[in-house]
């Protein structure tokens, strides 16, 4: 959630002629953007007089910034104090902006063998990701890597019972940026619906979920190459989909001539190897962005396995060789703009 501004904005790119200065012909076609979560959240309209595009603009801008201070791992607010009580180990009252973040949550990081896993906090704190900027200078010791692995953090130490929550483990420490992101996305496509809104795009630096179309036309997106230009693939989305990536190029350091990106590995507690990019397809933002992050992690070996259990179906991950593995489901509609340095089609989900 710490990521900075801008960082992931060309992650995914909205293709086709989405603003309104760039349009040739009149449309009932507008846009807002707002900066939380550490991005650049892009609302995308269609279909409905200004007046009325206005209004959910703004309503969305203040439930954006509303959440972005109530979820924020780092800064004081609702989760910074979930994670001092539950640093204590006891029973307590949940903040009601942050329980209905627990639950959804354990159950996915359960789904993906512990792959997600939010309860990692003082381990990406370790590293440096927790902060606005990234990180520079040495990557943490061995020694303080392991005392904290030792631990064994885990979304399954939470015991949640209504409205109350303990942890089994004081090593605990929430961070939801892989997934805070993509339920807001799910609330504010909610939101606009019930505005009476069904036609629109909610982007937070690329990671999106669309609904409807732009009049006649289906929205389409670009998938950003995983060497950081240009664009892979082009994708047309059907309806109410949600789009998200995971790339080792969107927050790094460089030191003695290593790369080492945001995305831990809760098993090593290094940045996971082998994976250069992941993008999932998925009905639930939400889903989508925890799906990613595990995925990523999971790597060519692994990532069907915890795609099926997750109940993931599309999915691009994209090696360190160039190597494109598709899911045949993603391999049926996407179209690769840079061909891959090989592309491999795994069984079905």
Same mark, same amino acid.
């Given at each position: 959630? =710490? +990521?900075?501004?801008?960082?992931?904005?060309?992650?995914?790119?909205?293709?086709?002629?989405?603003?309104?200065?760039?349009?040739?012909?009149?449309?009932?076609?507008?846009?807002?953007?707002?900066?939380?979560?550490?991005?650049?959240?892009?609302?995308?309209?269609?279909?409905?007089?200004?007046?009325?595009?206005?209004?959910?603009?703004?309503?969305? =801008?203040? @439930?954006?910034?509303?959440?972005?201070?109530?979820?924020?791992?780092?800064?004081?607010?609702?989760?910074?104090?979930?994670?001092?009580?539950?640093?204590?180990? &006891?029973?307590?009252?949940?903040?009601?902006?942050?329980?209905?973040?627990?639950?959804? =949550?354990?159950?996915?990081?359960?789904?993906?063998?512990?792959?997600?896993?939010?309860?990692? &906090?003082?381990?990406?704190?370790?590293?440096?990701?927790?902060?606005?900027?990234?990180?520079?200078?040495?990557?943490?010791?061995?020694?303080?890597?392991?005392?904290?692995?030792?631990?064994?953090?885990?979304?399954?130490?939470?015991?949640?019972?209504?409205?109350?929550?303990?942890?089994?483990?004081?090593?605990?420490?929430?961070?939801?940026?892989?997934?805070?992101?993509?339920?807001?996305?799910?609330?504010?496509?909610?939101?606009?619906?019930?505005?009476?809104?069904?036609?629109?795009?909610?982007?937070?630096?690329?990671?999106?979920?669309?609904?409807?179309?732009?009049?006649?036309?289906?929205?389409?997106?670009?998938?950003?190459?995983?060497? &950081?230009?240009?664009?892979?693939?082009?994708?047309?989305?059907?309806?109410?989909?949600?789009?998200?990536?995971?790339?080792?190029?969107?927050?790094?350091?460089?030191?003695?001539?290593?790369?080492?990106?945001?995305?831990?590995?809760?098993?090593? &507690?290094?940045?996971?190897?082998?994976?250069?990019? #992941?993008?999932?397809?998925?009905?639930?933002?939400?889903?989508?962005? =925890?799906?990613?992050?595990?995925?990523?992690?999971?790597?060519?070996?692994?990532?069907?396995?915890? +795609?099926?259990?997750?109940?993931?179906?599309?999915?691009?991950? #994209? @090696?360190?060789?160039?190597?494109?593995?598709?899911?045949?489901?993603?391999?049926?509609?996407?179209?690769?703009?840079?061909?891959?340095?090989?592309?491999? #089609?795994?069984?079905?989900?």
């Amino acid at each position: 959630m =710490a +990521a900075a501004a801008g960082t992931r904005l060309a992650l995914l790119l909205v293709l086709g002629a989405m603003l309104v200065a760039c349009s040739r012909e009149p449309e009932p076609f507008f846009q807002r953007q707002l900066l939380v979560f550490g991005t650049v959240v892009e609302i995308s309209i269609w279909g409905v007089d200004a007046q009325h595009a206005d209004t959910a603009f703004a309503d969305l =801008a203040r @439930d954006f910034e509303a959440r972005h201070r109530l979820w924020h791992a780092w800064h004081p607010g609702a989760l910074g104090r979930v994670n001092q009580l539950v640093a204590a180990t &006891g029973w307590f009252t949940v903040n009601p902006s942050v329980l209905p973040l627990l639950e959804p =949550a354990q159950m996915l990081s359960l789904r993906s063998e512990g792959l997600f896993n939010p309860a990692l &906090g003082r381990l990406i704190a370790l590293w440096g990701f927790h902060s606005d900027e990234p990180p520079s200078g040495q990557p943490p010791g061995a020694e303080q890597i392991q005392a904290l692995l030792a631990h064994n953090p885990s979304m399954a130490d939470l015991e949640i019972r209504g409205v109350r929550m303990r942890s089994s483990n004081a090593a605990v420490q929430l961070d939801f940026g892989a997934f805070a992101k993509g339920f807001a996305i799910d609330r504010a496509i909610e939101q606009l619906r019930n505005l009476g809104i069904h036609n629109a795009i909610v982007n937070a630096g690329g990671d999106l979920r669309a609904i409807g179309k732009r009049g006649q036309r289906p929205w389409r997106i670009g998938i950003r190459h995983p060497n &950081g230009q240009g664009v892979l693939a082009a994708l047309t989305i059907n309806d109410d989909e949600s789009v998200f990536t995971s790339g080792n190029y969107e927050r790094y350091f460089d030191y003695e001539g290593r790369r080492y990106h945001h995305i831990i590995d809760p098993r090593t &507690g290094y940045p996971a190897r082998d994976t250069a990019s #992941v993008t999932v397809v998925h009905r639930e933002a939400a889903t989508a962005d =925890a799906a990613a992050t595990a995925l990523f992690v999971a790597g060519p070996a692994d990532w069907h396995r915890i +795609a099926k259990a997750m109940g993931i179906t599309q999915v691009l991950l #994209v @090696d360190e060789r160039g190597v494109a593995h598709l899911s045949p489901a993603m391999a049926e509609r996407i179209k690769f703009e840079t061909e891959p340095a090989e592309i491999r #089609v795994s069984e079905p989900l």
